[in-house]
């Protein structure tokens, strides 16, 4: 078992910037790849970023490439997903997984997630 703790959201203005945490517990941390994903409201939960357990590789929704940025410290056994010139349309509710497959965007290839971490953005 894993267990995933996100951390860092809260609101912010359209143009703003907040660092998002998810904190990794349990089985060892580097047999997991991590990803961040988000769930508008009334919308489907899309795919943000992923990064392999050793941080050596990362792929982004093209939406937020060259804004968004996820980085990981594995002595802390924590990812983080940097938001920066945030728009109001990215107001979700933003979720960290982990799995146990190669680097994916899709959520079926996630075996954990934690319980999401809330963004909003004003206009």
């Known amino acids: 078992q894993v267990q995933l703790v996100e951390s860092g959201g809260g609101l912010v203005q359209a143009g703003g910037s907040l660092r998002l945490s998810c904190a990794a517990s349990?089985?060892?941390?580097?047999?997991?790849?991590m990803g961040w994903f988000r769930q508008a409201p009334g919308k489907e939960r899309d795919f943000v970023a992923a990064i392999t357990w050793n941080g050596a590789v990362t792929r982004y929704a093209d939406s937020v490439k060259g804004r968004f940025t996820i980085s990981s410290e594995y002595a802390k056994n924590t990812v983080y997903l940097q938001l920066n010139s945030l728009k109001a349309e990215e107001t979700a509710v933003y979720y960290c997984a982990a799995s146990g497959a190669a680097i994916s965007s899709r959520q079926s290839d996630y075996d954990y997630w934690g319980q999401g971490t809330q963004v909003s953005v004003s206009s």
């Open positions: 349990g089985r060892t941390f580097g047999r997991y790849n």
